[in-house]
């Protein structure tokens, strides 16, 4: 980057590429938008056979495709917005040395020093200063030694000179620096030459946003941030501060930081964890792919050795521990793989009918919002079925003990079920949620009966509830639910005790304690707190000694004063089966008719019973 280069750079211009590619990027996201959620949906609803299995395959890959697209074009954008900022400040700083130069009547050369002639009154031996030339010096002792060298020179116009030299030499250096720091970046936003967006394309998607993080740093900085204290609300009111580029911007740049905010909308925070989903699923495959090639396969069987004579029995196999031990480290390395490629199954199975227990018979699949996401851990991911932001009902889901990213599919489902059947029966919009924000104790005997999972989580439950306050755009408040299972009501229970449960109902399932020992400590209306244990659930009675209230106080108590739902599910895991009276009166909850509850029957004094 010399002067030459430099004088003649516009900034500007690359500011308009960037909203070039912003446009483009809006395109991609819009045409993504009318094939997964209107096009593939209306085939595959009106459509049967061989050709349209085919059609709606190839128009999923078009509408991923696209979030590829949508994904580097704003990547690009915001790399050339970062540009014309850095190369801007040097301008910026070049155009007013060369102007304070001029009025000097200095004289700028081609490589950026700066020459003054003579003046000043005659010296003792009778002559004017001498002129000369100042070269700019960047380095701070450089350029102090400079100075001092300047002071001295009788010449007054000498310090001008050199002060104007040091600030051309400064713009040329941050102009260098920005563009050595920002061609290879803007390199690297390229699709290779084919027309297949693979799962090593996305991993590459994930690195070049790093990258552009990295590089764009002080362009980021510059920016409204978001605020470190002050809840969701704030969020929400930083977020309706900032402009559409800026938006733009941090999405592309921060989508971690984007889709994990409490408050925000929940369209702006699915489209974030999209995206850093599908970074993290290109990464998770490839990586799972070189596992597969260091780890080969042994044989599944291998033959029984005769014990008294040592040789393999002809005809007799038996399992080979060897590929026990290779399947069981090929399922751990899969496992976050599974979960993520769970979420995708459920954002593909969007807008689908399936045959179900619904009241038309079948079973809708509404469209799914990523409120959430993080590999970190054992994995986060919060991920609703309708958009919560203009439901009339709200449901949030908190699962149990074991709950992690590879095993997320399960609690899917669950929200789904819960979906289906109060949709049936609301008056209103519904949205589901499923909330694994938490690190869940890992197993049964070993980690479940501490309680600092519960307590480490809460805070981040109440303030994802009081985001959905900070975020719901209807003009009504929505009715909201919040359903706890197994270690999931703990959490519930921890996070009603050490701060506020923004709910109007809360349904515990299968609980094994909720910390406190009465319903009305749990931030709802009196009547409002629910309990299910099904028939041989044997998880309550066990964890009270660790999670029960004062006295060892569990929900199923009657001391506890919480409405006690009938059930029709065996087990601890069976509380969302289809059809199940136990589903349905959680529906009932959530869908605000909750006089339809079909409750526990009082139990009547052994006399009586048998009397009757």
């Not at 709606?56 to 696209?66: P, S």
């Not at 819960?418 to 949709?423: C, E, L, Y």
């Amino acid at each position: 980057m010399d002067l030459a280069t430099l004088k003649a750079l516009k900034p500007r211009e690359y500011a308009d590429a960037a909203d070039g590619y912003r446009r483009t990027s809006e395109m991609a996201n819009a045409a993504r938008d009318r094939i997964a959620s209107r096009t593939v949906v209306t085939m595959r609803n009106a459509l049967e056979g061989k050709a349209a299995t085919a059609a709606v395959d190839q128009l999923t890959e078009l509408a991923r495709n696209f979030h590829y697209i949508q994904t580097e074009c704003g990547l690009i954008g915001s790399a050339l917005d970062a540009f014309a900022y850095e190369t801007e400040a040097a301008k910026r700083t070049l155009d007013a040395a060369l102007a304070d130069a001029r009025a000097a009547g200095l004289t700028v050369r081609a490589d950026g020093s700066v020459s003054y002639p003579p003046d000043g009154e005659k010296g003792k031996d009778g002559k004017v200063p001498d002129g000369g030339t100042a070269t700019g010096l960047t380095d701070d002792t450089a350029s102090a030694v400079g100075r001092q060298a300047a002071n001295l020179d009788p010449n007054p116009k000498a310090r001008v000179a050199q002060d104007c030299a040091d600030r051309i030499a400064t713009a040329l250096r941050q102009a260098t620096e920005a563009d050595a720091k920002w061609a290879p970046k803007l390199r690297a936003l390229k699709a290779d030459d084919d027309l297949t967006v693979s799962d090593r394309d996305w991993a590459d998607t994930a690195a070049d946003t790093r990258g552009v993080r990295a590089a764009g740093r002080e362009y980021l900085d510059s920016l409204p941030q978001p605020p470190e204290q002050g809840g969701p609300r704030a969020n929400a009111e930083w977020w309706k501060g900032l402009t559409p580029d800026e938006q733009a911007a941090w999405t592309a740049m921060r989508p971690n930081t984007v889709g994990n905010l409490d408050g925000l909308p929940a369209t702006v925070r699915d489209e974030a964890n999209r995206t850093v989903l599908a970074g993290a699923r290109g990464s998770a495959q490839v990586e799972y792919d070189t596992w597969l090639r260091q780890h080969p396969e042994p044989p599944r069987y291998t033959d029984k050795i005769n014990p008294r004579t040592g040789a393999p029995m002809r005809g007799v196999k038996v399992s080979n521990t060897a590929w026990e031990t290779w399947e069981r480290d090929r399922k751990e390395a899969r496992a976050p793989l599974d979960g993520m490629e769970a979420i995708q199954r459920r954002f593909d199975a969007s807008g689908r009918e399936v045959s179900g227990t619904g009241a038309s018979g079948t079973e809708k699949m509404p469209e799914a919002y990523l409120l959430g996401f993080s590999t970190k851990g054992d994995g986060r991911a919060i991920i609703a079925n309708g958009n919560p932001d203009t439901a009339d009902h709200q449901a949030v889901y908190v699962p149990g003990t074991t709950a992690e990213l590879g095993k997320i599919e399960g609690d899917i489902n669950r929200a789904v079920s819960i979906w289906n059947a109060a949709d049936s029966k609301a008056g209103g919009s519904v949205s589901t949620i499923t909330w694994l924000g938490y690190d869940a104790p890992d197993a049964v005997d070993t980690d479940a009966p501490f309680e600092h999972y519960a307590y480490d989580g809460a805070p981040a439950f109440n303030r994802f509830l009081d985001g959905l306050d900070a975020s719901h755009a209807g003009d009504a408040e929505p009715h909201r639910t919040v359903i706890g299972h197994s270690y999931g009501t703990t959490l519930v229970g921890a996070a009603a005790q050490t701060g506020h449960l923004s709910a109007d109902d809360v349904v515990f399932a299968g609980s094994p304690g909720v910390k406190v020992s009465n319903a009305d400590e749990m931030d709802v209306p009196k009547g409002h707190v629910w309990n299910e244990e099904a028939e041989g659930d044997v998880v309550p009675d066990i964890g009270r000694y660790g999670h029960g209230g004062d006295g060892f106080i569990i929900p199923s108590d009657p001391a506890f004063g919480a409405q006690q739902m009938a059930t029709d599910t065996d087990g601890h895991s069976g509380y969302w089966d289809d059809g199940s009276t136990s589903l349905l009166n959680q529906a009932r909850v959530v869908a605000g008719r909750s006089d339809e509850v079909e409750l526990v029957p009082e139990q009547l004094p052994e006399e009586l019973t048998r009397a009757k």
